[in-house]
């Protein structure tokens, strides 16, 4: 694929696939139909990507009776849904377009501050730590594990809860 001359601000090039992987993140519709097919669990949650760029993804996730659990709060597997979402949506655009890179959940830690009993948005800044990774696991020909963290916030701000997702890239054998 071709590169784009245009750098994000972290300095990250993205070729051209990444930039239409981009765009199709940005469409409700198309995210929609992909998560029906992909990931029904989420998408029956509610969870929707609310902004995404190279560097940063933020992931709504709405309280209602979807997500939620007996004691009026966000259930905890839903929280972990997000969260594991917002770092996964960085590391599938990096991923694009490159050399054929298998990508696995090895470990998934959370921690839950506060209850979660409004919309909550999960958002990872590690974007361009994914985009290093996957390029050391292309290069070296080697696993590389990364962890990626994503925070719940709700409106007014509070940390309810934090989830910390163990990946492990390898570039595929010919």
Same mark, same amino acid.
């Given at each position: 694929? %071709?590169?784009?001359?245009?750098?994000?601000?972290?300095? +990250?090039?993205?070729?051209?696939?990444?930039?239409?992987?981009?765009?199709?993140?940005?469409?409700?519709?198309?995210?929609?139909?992909?998560?029906?097919?992909?990931?029904?669990?989420?998408?029956?949650?509610?969870?929707? +990507?609310?902004?995404?760029?190279?560097?940063?993804?933020?992931?709504?996730?709405?309280?209602?009776?979807?997500?939620? =659990?007996?004691?009026? %709060?966000?259930?905890?597997?839903?929280?972990?849904?997000?969260?594991?979402?917002?770092?996964?949506?960085?590391?599938?655009?990096?991923?694009?377009?490159?050399?054929?890179?298998?990508?696995?959940?090895?470990?998934?830690?959370?921690?839950?501050?506060?209850?979660? =009993?409004?919309?909550?948005?999960?958002?990872?800044?590690?974007?361009?730590?994914?985009?290093?990774?996957?390029?050391?696991?292309?290069?070296?020909?080697?696993?590389?594990?990364?962890?990626?963290?994503?925070?719940?916030?709700?409106? =007014?701000?509070?940390?309810?809860?934090?989830?910390?997702?163990?990946?492990?890239?390898?570039?595929?054998?010919?």
């Amino acid at each position: 694929m %071709s590169t784009i001359n245009v750098a994000t601000p972290s300095g +990250i090039i993205l070729n051209a696939a990444q930039e239409k992987r981009l765009a199709d993140f940005r469409n409700a519709t198309k995210m929609s139909l992909w998560m029906i097919k992909a990931l029904p669990a989420a998408w029956f949650m509610g969870v929707r +990507i609310k902004n995404i760029s190279p560097e940063r993804s933020e992931i709504k996730l709405p309280y209602g009776w979807r997500s939620q =659990n007996p004691f009026q %709060s966000i259930y905890f597997a839903a929280q972990c849904a997000a969260g594991e979402y917002a770092t996964g949506m960085l590391a599938t655009l990096a991923l694009e377009g490159r050399e054929k890179v298998s990508m696995l959940v090895t470990h998934v830690e959370a921690d839950f501050f506060k209850k979660a =009993n409004s919309e909550t948005i999960f958002s990872c800044n590690e974007g361009l730590i994914a985009f290093q990774t996957i390029d050391r696991a292309i290069e070296t020909n080697q696993a590389q594990i990364l962890v990626m963290t994503s925070r719940g916030v709700q409106k =007014n701000g509070e940390v309810v809860s934090e989830v910390r997702v163990t990946w492990s890239f390898k570039k595929k054998s010919k």
